[in-house]
């Protein structure tokens, strides 16, 4: 038994149909089951709970025993003097409220369905990667697609979040926080934080200033990053050191990239190349990308030509995890609503990306339409399902409340 599912209980007004009475006999009215309060403090609070003849207006704290209240010292905590109803799973002892009288206590041992009980527990103590696995059902496509829509935009908020931060860091400015984040995201999980002291290093400016010399720009960006092997790349070692000079580069320690965790395709040195192709290819990226009036424009930013040609793929992840948060943020920030819908729509006429996750989801029956269900089914797997959030997940809600 676990306190969050106490909670999930109240909030789902899953007590509606019982007859309700405290611990000394008192019948219980619900009338407003209180606002769930996930910060420190009662849990649930401005309920409004008749009690005998009388009503309260309060706050309302549950445990899993009654003698947790003594537990966490909340007699001597000001924030709970206004709980008017304790709920507990096992009233194993009476708590005494500010004024001494004792605090009216609804026990739920006897009231909770055992298939509830069971399913839930099963969620939590299967060894399944995916918790819900064998008794998933899918629910129907509208409450499913409300879903999905809930979790696409968390997806995009957590990433938007970074790019905020970027924001701060540089004191509002886009552009070069778009560089950053582009640059990070360049670097995938294994290399992210290199690929961004390497775009820090390195001013915009002064990749600007060379667009039109696609091996300077690659010279800095592969000997800021301490990449160019002399030997074999002479040239390209005498046109960093030139260049280094004119613009005070500091090059990064070659152990900070890391090559074993990687896939050849993905090594720091191919991905240094497409980010040098791009940056060769387009300026002012970001002024574009809020530009753009479809997704195939988008699209078209991205094409790069030449040896370190981006795959339409790798554009879409790119587009999914760089231009179409930028935009939305951007949306939000300038409050320009129509550059949020506009993120939404372009992410939908994305195709889904295909891995084990998505994959997975798909021999469920739900297979990902596009590139906002399949981020939807990403956010779902590594904020819910990894964290077991079961009762805060809709397919979790659907199993346990439904037989
Ligand atoms: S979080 Fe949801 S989808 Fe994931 S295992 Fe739990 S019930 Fe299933």
């Not at 026990?107 to 918790?131: C, G, M, S």
């Not at 479809?294 to 030449?306: A, F, I, N, P, W």
């Not at 195709?351 to 998505?358: D, G, K, L, V, Y």
């Not at 399949?374 to 590594?382: C, E, G, K, Y």
């Amino acid at each position: 038994m676990k306190e969050e599912l106490l909670h999930f209980i109240w909030q789902s007004k899953l007590l509606a149909g019982n007859k309700l009475f405290t611990t000394n006999g008192e019948p219980i009215q619900i009338i407003k089951q209180g606002i769930y309060n996930k910060d420190a403090g009662p849990d649930f609070l401005n309920a409004r709970i008749k009690i005998g003849g009388t009503e309260w207006a309060g706050n309302l704290e549950m445990h899993i025993h009654s003698s947790e209240w003594l537990q966490h010292r909340h007699q001597n905590d000001r924030a709970y003097d206004n709980v008017i109803l304790h709920v507990v799973y096992h009233h194993d002892k009476p708590v005494l409220n500010k004024h001494g009288q004792e605090l009216p206590t609804l026990e739920l041992k006897e009231l909770l369905q055992p298939a509830l009980i069971r399913k839930y527990t099963y969620l939590l103590q299967n060894k399944h990667t995916i918790a819900c696995e064998t008794i998933f059902r899918l629910p129907d496509p509208v409450k499913t697609n409300l879903w999905l829509s809930r979790l696409l935009i968390e997806r995009l908020e957590h990433k938007c979040n970074y790019l905020n931060d970027l924001l701060i860091r540089t004191n509002q400015n886009w552009e070069q926080s778009f560089y950053l984040f582009t640059a990070r995201y360049f670097g995938m999980k294994t290399n992210a934080q290199p690929f961004e002291w390497l775009a820090e290093r390195i001013p915009l400016i002064a990749l600007a200033k060379h667009k039109e010399r696609p091996e300077q720009i690659l010279a800095m960006l592969m000997g800021t990053a301490g990449l160019i092997d002399e030997t074999k790349q002479p040239d390209l070692q005498a046109e960093f050191l030139f260049l280094q000079h004119k613009y005070h580069l500091e090059a990064l320690p070659r152990h900070v990239w890391k090559f074993s965790q990687t896939r050849p395709a993905n090594f720091p040195t191919v991905r240094i190349k497409q980010f040098a192709a791009l940056i060769h290819e387009s300026s002012h990226l970001f002024s574009k990308v809020m530009q753009v009036r479809d997704v195939c424009e988008l699209e078209e930013l991205y094409t790069v030509t030449g040896e370190s040609k981006l795959s339409r793929q790798s554009i879409q992840l790119i587009l999914i995890n760089t231009s179409i948060p930028a935009l939305f943020l951007y949306g939000k920030k300038m409050n320009k609503p129509e550059l949020c819908e506009k993120a939404l729509s372009f992410i939908e006429e994305l195709n889904a990306e295909q891995n084990a996750t998505i994959r997975f989801w798909a021999s469920k029956g739900l297979k990902a339409q596009n590139a906002a269900q399949s981020q939807a089914l990403l956010q779902l797997n590594q904020y819910y399902c990894t964290q077991l959030a079961c009762l805060t997940c809709m397919f979790g809600q659907n199993i346990l409340l439904n037989e």
